[in-house]
């Protein structure tokens, strides 16, 4: 096979080829290096590349090295400290700040062998669902250059989509995993809440989970194997799986849910909307056949399927969850003032993230907590909604990709920017609300030659029924030979 294809093949089986000597991992980090020089002038998924380090690591991993994914190069989001890397969040306050420290989702992926070859590019403070910081210009998605690869985890799923490395780090506060998983034709799995450890930043948080973008839902379970697990000081954290999700993902999805759940008679009972949350927002006619078609695949393997109208056009929903996820990214911006050593000013930062951190500092505190409160109380209705479902189906996305520029930063109104967004992507933030695990799966093409991805969402703390439903899918409707024509 060409060396290029090498970085197509799944994690999994590149540190197998390691471990049995048939390529070393100084061969893949060099192509993976090569790949990049080549294609991000087009895609501009990286903020910085580690070759030298990366080189250096891979040189001394050897045949036989037993870590899960020794010598497999991976990179990670920007918003994520590796210790002598830039750590920006993609915006100016922290452009040239290193990080002295890594986190522990980096330690962990070092740890299971994966070799670190950059960092990818985001929206300043990952807000928007494109990535197009004003610091780095636009990230382009491999399957049509003009569109946006999706966001915050943009970067990472341009990265992934061309073949610069066969996986990559992302996280997802709003859809920021699944989003550009759907546009770039990737599996993109939001974990359940407190799967996965914020340490050493945060102790938990309502909405905020790390994970990765990959080709294969085997990869994406074993990974999260790697990833999962509590750390000291974390406030919550979800309770360990009754086997490694690597094995939950080859098994039959009624196995799987028989151990937590009634056992169905060979089939699970799965709930199916195209009603969004938002009533404003128009379902792309593609996005709903990608659900009708998925639908009807899970109706040939045996599943009942019962279309549903969650309980989810509350007035003022969108807004509530505004003001969460607003108030993190204004903790984030007041944390890169201390780092840049001065009080943030508009001068710092985009307009929109400027509008945001306004908007926030306008509220008091038992404003912000209110927030908290009644959103976790409609999670919780939702959550009962859909106790008798073992699992949702929803489209990925509500539109196709985005020309890039849609949405504007620098809007006259910029809040107006981030509310057209949620019309991109009204189907991932209430998960994260939630906290129940979401995956995106691209299970078709478009009739317009794009990935055409739908999203799964499994009970709390549900991981391996989800991803055992995925693998199923994956196998009835395979998807990873799919790639980009750059």
């Known amino acids: 096979m060409p060396d290029s294809d090498l ?3 799944s994690a999994t089986e590149l540190a197998g080829m390691v471990r049995a000597g048939e390529v070393s991992a100084r061969e893949l980090v060099e192509i993976s290096l090569a790949r990049i020089e080549e294609l991000n002038p087009e895609c501009n998924a990286f ?18 090295d037993e870590r899960p994914f020794a010598g497999v190069p991976i990179a990670i989001k920007n918003n994520r400290a590796v210790e002598g890397l830039r750590l920006t969040n993609g915006c100016a306050l922290m452009a040239e ?46 399957w049509d250059l003009e569109r946006t690869p999706g966001g915050s985890s943009g970067g990472a799923a341009a990265a992934v989509a061309a073949g ?24 993109g799995l939001k974990p359940a809440r407190g799967r996965i450890s914020l340490a050493p930043v945060l102790g938990d948080s309502p909405i905020e989970i790390d994970g990765v973008l990959t080709r294969t839902v085997a990869d994406t379970a074993a990974i999260l194997d790697v990833l999962s697990g509590y750390e000291p000081g974390d406030a919550t954290w979800a309770p360990p799986p009754a086997e490694p999700f690597a094995l939950s993902a080859r098994r039959s999805p009624t196995t799987v849910v028989g151990e937590g759940a009634d056992a169905r008679a060979g089939s699970l009972r799965i709930a199916m909307t195209k009603f969004a949350p938002l009533a404003e927002a128009a379902i792309d006619p593609i996005c709903a056949r990608g659900v009708d078609r998925a639908a009807e ?32 990214i204004s903790l984030g911006i007041a944390a890169s003032g201390m780092i840049a050593g001065h009080e943030p000013s508009a001068e710092d930062v985009e ?23 009644q959103l976790q109380a409609f999670a919780r209705q939702l959550t009962m909604f859909l106790e008798p479902y073992d699992a949702l189906l929803t489209p990925a996305l509500a539109e196709r990709p985005l020309a890039l520029g849609t949405l504007d930063t620098a809007a006259p109104d910029p809040m107006s920017t981030f509310t057209r967004s949620g019309l991109f992507t009204p189907f991932t933030p209430v998960f994260n609300a939630a906290g129940q695990p979401g995956i995106s799966l691209p ?11 739908v999203q799964l969402v499994g009970r709390p703390a549900g991981e391996a ?16 030979e799919r790639r980009p024509s750059m």
């Open 297 to 328: 695949l899970l109706r040939s393997l045996g599943h009942e399927v019962v279309e549903v109208e969650p309980p989810w056009r509350v007035d003022g929903l969108a807004e509530l969850f505004g003001v969460v996820f607003c108030t993190y």
């Open 351 to 373: 307009p929109m993230s400027w509008a945001i951190h306004s908007m926030i500092q306008s509220l008091n505190a038992t404003q912000g907590l209110a927030a908290v409160v």
């Open 465 to 480: 029924a989800l991803l055992a439903l995925a693998s199923q899918l994956e196998e009835a409707s395979p998807w990873a």
């Open 97 to 142: 700040y290193v990080a002295d420290h890594d986190h522990n989702v980096t330690r962990r992926l070092r740890e299971a062998g994966f070799v670190i070859v950059g960092t990818t590019t985001l929206p300043e403070y990952g807000i928007l669902p494109v990535s197009e910081a004003r610091i780095f210009g636009p990230t382009r998605n491999p």
């Open 164 to 187: 610069m490395v066969p996986v990559a780090h992302g996280n997802d506060g709003g859809g920021s995993i699944r989003i550009p998983a759907a546009c770039c034709g990737l599996v």
């Open 7 to 9: 970085m197509f093949r």
């Open 443 to 453: 299970l078709y093409q478009g009739e317009d030659g794009l990935p055409l991805g």
């Open 47 to 64: 903020v910085q590349i580690d070759g030298e380090r990366a080189l250096a690591t891979a040189a001394e991993i050897g045949p036989g």
